[in-house]
């Protein structure tokens, strides 16, 4: 929940600097995308990380975890099932809703840009001076907990499961 207290001067300082980090973020998401051949733009793109982190979504429930309307999710949804990136099921105990799956071509593309992603964000964290670097992970940590999200441990784990059991050496992601 966001408060509604006005920051003090030092957590101003921090909330600037954090924005500044990332608007870095979205650029090297940008770029590992654009590097590819596939055409996926980073709110598809966010979809199928929603889709690792939280499993199989019905429509409705994933255009709520990315904040836009179920037509919305769902033009976003066709687009990525003729890319076939997702899939569309149907299940026996809920023939109403579409439940969105990742195929195993978007669970090797979110890998691919995972990695992508990585390599760049390890080249500036080599470029500092962390006197502890571990204090600093945890303090990242706990943003990304406060935010909702899942740890990068994790995160990798249920990429890993994403889809079956495909090749071991493509789950380094």
Known sequence: MIS?????????????ALLALSRVFVGLAARSLADLDE???LPQFRALVVLVSRGPQRIV???????VTSSTAVRMCNRLVRKDLVARQERPDDRRAAWVTLTPAGRDLVG????????????????????RPLAFASVLNALVEAAGEVSDAEWQRRWSNAVGDDDASQRDC
């Not at 390599?119 to 470029?127: F, G, K």
Request: glycine share 2%; no cysteine; proline share 2%.
């Open 39 to 41: 055409e996926v733009t």
């Open 61 to 67: 429930d994933l255009a709520d975890e990315l904040a």
């Open 112 to 131: 691919e840009v995972t990695r992508r992603r990585r390599t760049s964000i390890a080249a500036l964290v080599s470029d500092l001076s962390i006197t």
């Open 4 to 16: 509604e207290t006005a920051p003090s001067a030092s957590e101003d300082e921090v909330v600037g």
